[in-house]
């Protein structure tokens, strides 16, 4: 699954906004069925994958899930939207989530999120019609992605993946990371190697995977950089201009 990377702190591509089916304006889909932890009699444990826009959270997911489930857990997952049952009575819950929410956090046994340089996720979120390439637009939508989203959850993220990380060849150790991570969980005996080819084998169908989460244009160009044969001068000059000292402390050089 290309086109999706981490680092454990001393923490395929997602769709956009409140739903994957939703609209591109920020905030947009459908209402919620009801809340997180809203359960009377079952209370799941829940593992939210909080990664921005268009870097690699829906291959996070994806992992977590999988992995959770060759652990012998009965496993959940979906996109926190009106598509998601908190009555369902899996053991875990594997949530996606994008914007900050604190019901969410609120009920969070693990979270872990995910990063790309933002130039990177504006053009991927344009190449998937998304959002406008327009300068304004493409600003608006980064600062959503990361200033919004990622940073929010970063101070409580248990792993941060950068995609940059899993494009470079590295998705092998961000697994064992995870596995590190998801150990207190019941992950401990589960095989690396069969986690990896599960994950492999996930492949985008005609139509939208309520549980992977996967689209049939899911995957777009995924190089490190491809944002420069997408973007306009204008529009990643005007990404660096605004975010140019977040990008500067995240190893994103301008």
Known sequence: MPDHPATVPSSTEPARGASPEASPSPGSGPERSSSLGACSEHVPEYVI???????????????ARLALRLAGHSVYGRFYDGTYDPEDPARFH????????????????VVLTSIRDPRDIAASAVRRGLVEGTPDAVAAFVAEAVLDG?????????????????????????????LEVLAPHGTRGVSLDVLEQQLDALRP????????????????????????????????????????????ANGYAA
């Open 49 to 63: 994958a909080a990664g921005a826009y268009r870097s690699g959270s829906t291959w996070l997911y994806n992992a």
């Open 94 to 109: 594997v949530v996606k989530v994008h914007r900050f929410e604190d019901e969410v956090l609120e009920v969070a046994q």
């Open 150 to 178: 990622f940073e929010r959850w970063r101070p409580h993220a248990a792993m941060v993946l950068r995609y940059e990380d899993l494009r470079a060849g590295g998705g092998r150790e961000l697994l064992r990371r995870l």
């Open 205 to 248: 169908g005609e139509s939208y995977d309520r549980e992977t989460l996967l689209w049939p244009n899911h995957l777009t160009d995924g190089r490190v950089h491809g944002y420069r044969d997408t973007l306009s001068e204008e529009a990643i000059a005007r990404i660096e201009s605004r975010f140019g000292e977040w990008m500067h």
